[in-house]
């Protein structure tokens, strides 16, 4: 879905002081917004052909630690510069911040004027282009889960996270009092992300003290990847200025349930019509939707890596806690890593669980688009269902355990390279192996408790 904002409609809100900053923003490696503010004025007149911004934006870590490695840029290359594009379809109004509008941006060779393929919205342009060309429209939405701390993130800062105090006392699921007290952060995302153009369907109490989830209308992928990377954002500043804070950690507690960013998809005609649907399959599913979610499964395990992308992100892969420890399919079962929804329905889909709430949209989606199309353009047969509790079923394929896991298997991936390119595997791989050889490097404070005295 596109902003609600033109460069028209945006000249005359600068003219009657509206409007006078303008928010300038690509997508970094961990999907977050990394930009520019612009004077408002300036950006109508010459800023929203392009700025420029370093290309270490695409190799540093969640620190902006200048990360070696990567063939894209380095101190030996001296750290130029990239062009950020902006794309004048997603620019919208800002609701919660005063006079604020944002646009986001493509990624440019500084050079070639190409677009930078390691860049996160260029991976997934390329799977949305390749899902076209098949005569195909991919169609995702995401349900995304984070926790609310009565704490603001200066107090954090300062007195350290020992003292975190979830917004509820219990577990809030589908809690109506409970959320009435959490409205004035709720209420506020809910209106200023509608008025940005966003269409939120609701909010709604998760499974733990302080969780929330917050569903955004099913939409084309792009705009999917687009609207999550904003309401995260939005998350943040809202609570900011609240006094509030939130985390989109995949588990910020060992005895809490993670946070997740469930990937709801089905492919459509281009014609608009559901792909998925074939009324005389007993469940609903056609034999495209079949292949599809074959190809999912065959690289269920090369891809998780774009769906848990830190060592954080595998400690949420637990029994009985709601997130996946096994990579198969069932109908409606949501301890399996593929779940179907809708089925005999229209709206009949795919539900990826494996992801969690700290994944970058873009790779997440590119990712399974990549391995649903193999799985059309080789038809892959689909493996039978499996039904009952998948965590106690053994034998069957298991999420990787770790990061380490992870990563090895989309680097020995020849599928993977071939549909997201072999470049782009290697920059991802790369951004894996640092986080984990900084966590092989850091002492945590469980080491400390656990080994003080006793070690």
Same mark, same amino acid.
């Given at each position: 879905?596109?902003?609600?904002?033109?460069?028209?409609?945006?000249?005359?809100?600068?003219?009657?002081?509206?409007?006078?900053?303008?928010?300038?923003?690509?997508?970094?490696?961990?999907?977050?917004?990394?930009?520019?503010?612009?004077?408002?004025?300036?950006?109508?007149?010459?800023?929203?052909?392009?700025?420029?911004?370093?290309?270490?934006?695409?190799?540093?870590?969640?620190?902006?630690?200048?990360?070696?490695?990567?063939?894209?840029?380095?101190?030996?290359?001296?750290?130029?510069?990239?062009?950020?594009?902006?794309?004048?379809?997603?620019?919208?109004?800002?609701?919660?911040?005063?006079?604020?509008?944002?646009?986001?941006?493509?990624?440019?060779?500084?050079?070639?004027?190409?677009?930078?393929?390691?860049?996160?919205?260029?991976?997934?342009?390329?799977?949305?282009?390749?899902?076209?060309?098949?005569?195909?429209?991919?169609?995702?939405?995401?349900?995304?889960?984070?926790?609310?701390?009565?704490?603001?993130?200066?107090?954090?800062?300062?007195?350290?996270?020992?003292?975190?105090?979830?917004?509820?006392?219990?577990?809030?699921?589908?809690?109506?009092?409970?959320?009435?007290?959490?409205?004035?952060?709720?209420?506020?995302?809910?209106?200023?992300?509608?008025?940005?153009?966003?269409?939120?369907?609701?909010?709604?109490?998760?499974?733990?003290?302080?969780?929330?989830?917050?569903?955004?209308?099913?939409?084309?992928?792009?705009?999917?990847?687009?609207?999550?990377?904003?309401?995260?954002?939005?998350?943040?500043?809202?609570?900011?200025?609240?006094?509030?804070?939130?985390?989109?950690?995949?588990?910020?507690?060992?005895?809490?349930?993670?946070?997740?960013?469930?990937?709801?998809?089905?492919?459509?005609?281009?014609?608009?019509?559901?792909?998925?649907?074939?009324?005389?399959?007993?469940?609903?599913?056609?034999?495209?939707?079949?292949?599809?979610?074959?190809?999912?499964?065959?690289?269920?395990?090369?891809?998780?890596?774009?769906?848990?992308?830190?060592?954080?992100?595998?400690?949420?892969?637990?029994?009985?806690?709601?997130?996946?420890?096994?990579?198969?399919?069932?109908?409606?079962?949501?301890?399996?890593?593929?779940?179907?929804?809708?089925?005999?329905?229209?709206?009949?889909?795919?539900?990826?669980?494996? %992801?969690?709430?700290?994944?970058?949209?873009? *790779?997440?989606? #590119? /990712?399974? $688009?990549? &391995?649903?199309? =193999?799985?059309?353009?080789?038809?892959?047969?689909?493996?039978?269902?499996?039904?009952?509790?998948?965590?106690?079923?053994? %034998?069957?394929?298991?999420?990787?355990?770790? *990061?380490?896991? #992870? /990563?090895? $298997?989309? &680097?020995?991936? =020849?599928?993977?390279?071939?549909?997201?390119?072999?470049?782009?595997?290697?920059?991802?791989?790369?951004?894996?192996?640092?986080?984990?050889?900084?966590?092989?490097?850091?002492?945590?404070?469980?080491?400390?408790?656990?080994?003080?005295?006793?070690?």
């Amino acid at each position: 879905m596109a902003g609600n904002l033109t460069l028209d409609t945006l000249s005359k809100a600068v003219e009657t002081g509206d409007i006078d900053t303008v928010i300038v923003a690509a997508v970094d490696m961990q999907g977050r917004l990394v930009g520019k503010r612009f004077h408002a004025a300036h950006f109508i007149s010459e800023g929203w052909h392009e700025t420029h911004c370093c290309n270490y934006l695409l190799t540093v870590d969640m620190e902006m630690f200048t990360v070696p490695g990567y063939k894209t840029a380095s101190w030996e290359k001296g750290y130029g510069d990239y062009i950020m594009k902006p794309d004048l379809d997603t620019m919208r109004r800002l609701p919660w911040l005063e006079g604020t509008a944002l646009v986001l941006c493509d990624l440019l060779d500084h050079h070639s004027h190409e677009e930078v393929p390691e860049s996160p919205r260029a991976i997934l342009k390329k799977q949305v282009a390749r899902a076209r060309a098949m005569g195909f429209e991919p169609m995702m939405a995401t349900e995304l889960e984070f926790y609310v701390f009565e704490n603001s993130y200066e107090t954090l800062r300062d007195q350290g996270t020992t003292n975190l105090a979830p917004i509820s006392a219990y577990n809030e699921d589908y809690h109506i009092f409970q959320t009435t007290k959490e409205e004035p952060l709720m209420r506020a995302l809910r209106n200023g992300l509608y008025g940005a153009g966003i269409p939120v369907e609701n909010t709604k109490g998760e499974a733990d003290a302080g969780q929330a989830e917050i569903n955004v209308r099913y939409l084309d992928a792009m705009s999917t990847a687009d609207n999550h990377v904003i309401v995260k954002t939005a998350t943040k500043e809202i609570a900011h200025a609240l006094g509030k804070s939130v985390t989109f950690m995949a588990k910020y507690d060992t005895a809490k349930g993670g946070s997740s960013s469930h990937v709801h998809q089905s492919l459509w005609t281009l014609d608009g019509k559901p792909a998925f649907r074939d009324d005389k399959d007993p469940r609903g599913m056609s034999a495209l939707m079949k292949h599809y979610l074959a190809g999912q499964l065959a690289y269920a395990r090369d891809t998780t890596l774009f769906l848990a992308p830190y060592v954080n992100s595998y400690k949420r892969f637990c029994v009985g806690l709601f997130a996946p420890t096994k990579a198969v399919w069932s109908c409606d079962n949501r301890t399996a890593g593929y779940r179907i929804c809708g089925e005999n329905t229209g709206a009949v889909r795919i539900e990826c669980r494996i %992801g969690g709430a700290d994944l970058n949209p873009y *790779l997440a989606m #590119a /990712a399974l $688009l990549a &391995a649903g199309l =193999e799985g059309i353009e080789n038809k892959l047969p689909l493996e039978p269902e499996m039904t009952g509790d998948m965590y106690q079923l053994e %034998g069957i394929r298991e999420i990787p355990k770790n *990061l380490r896991e #992870a /990563a090895a $298997l989309t &680097a020995a991936s =020849e599928a993977m390279r071939a549909a997201l390119g072999a470049d782009v595997i290697d920059h991802y791989v790369r951004a894996a192996r640092w986080e984990i050889e900084e966590s092989d490097r850091v002492v945590t404070d469980y080491e400390l408790n656990r080994g003080l005295e006793r070690a």
